[in-house]
T-cell receptor, first 106, second 115 residues
Framework: KNEVEQSPQNLTAQEGEFITINCSYSVGISALHWLQQHPGGGIVSLFMLSSGKKKHGRLIATINIQEKHSSLHITASHPRDSAVYICEGSGSRLTFGEGTQLTVNP | NAGVTQTPKFQVLKTGQSMTLQCAQDMNHEYMSWYRQDPGMGLRLIHYSVGAGITDQGEVPNGYNVSRSTTEDFPLRLLSAAPSQTSVYFC??????????????FGPGTRLTVL
């Protein structure tokens, strides 16, 4: 069983919708990273979280340490947000979720 | 800064051939790592390095060698390519020795096909 589980695997939304991607992780993971992989393949780090909440533009990431759960929210989604979003857990080693393929239609 | 660069972007090999995937960063990062990405599997750590002269195995090291003679470069060598090594390979770096509290910067990836 993977130490990091993401849901959903695929997500299709209309432009303007509020989007949530979830990540659950196991004991031993001390920090969560959210990554974005564009259709061209490049990977960009969006957030690193060990507690609380972070916001950057239309992106918001939250983490609940007690529940071992993190969410990535996108407000007012846009077609350019279409990408794979990957949750990465850091502990004694790095563990990655399988990614969520997000498609935002105009 | 160029960030993290990888060459080549695409490569096709025959079974049994050897090759080196190049990775370089110009951010003076101590931590560098290699991942492979396969459909349905997520990113998996192959090898990593916490500084020049120091390397260690990750989750899937078999069939790969690495070295870290300088802070900037971290090449990944396939000694005898196998079809199971067909994948997309990403190199990444971060400033701190451990990536748990630091942003990782990823290279653009190398798409490798082994026939």
């Amino acid at each position: 069983k993977n130490e990091v589980e993401q849901s959903p695997q695929n997500l299709t939304a209309q432009e303007g919708e509020f989007i949530t991607i979830n990540c659950s992780y196991s004991v031993g993971i001390s920090a969560l990273h959210w990554l974005q992989q564009h259709p061209g393949g490049g990977i960009v780090s969006l957030f690193m979280l060990s507690s609380g909440k972070k916001k950057h533009g239309r992106l918001i990431a939250t983490i609940n340490i007690q529940e071992k759960h993190s969410s990535l929210h996108i407000t007012a989604s846009h077609p350019r947000d279409s990408a794979v979003y990957i949750c990465e857990g850091s502990g004694s080693r790095l563990t990655f979720g399988e990614g969520t393929q997000l498609t935002v239609n105009p | 800064n160029a960030g993290v660069t990888q060459t080549p972007k695409f490569q096709v090999l025959k079974t049994g051939q050897s090759m080196t995937l190049q990775c370089a960063q110009d951010m003076n990062h101590e931590y560098m790592s290699w991942y492979r990405q396969d459909p349905g599997m997520g990113l998996r750590l192959i090898h990593y390095s916490v500084g020049a002269g120091i390397t260690d195995q990750g989750e899937v090291p078999n069939g790969y060698n690495v070295s870290r003679s300088t802070t900037e470069d971290f090449p990944l060598r396939l000694l005898s390519a196998a079809p199971s090594q067909t994948s997309v390979y990403f190199c990444a770096s971060s400033y701190s020795v451990g990536p748990s509290t630091d942003t990782q910067y990823f290279g653009p990836g190398t798409r490798l096909t082994v026939l």
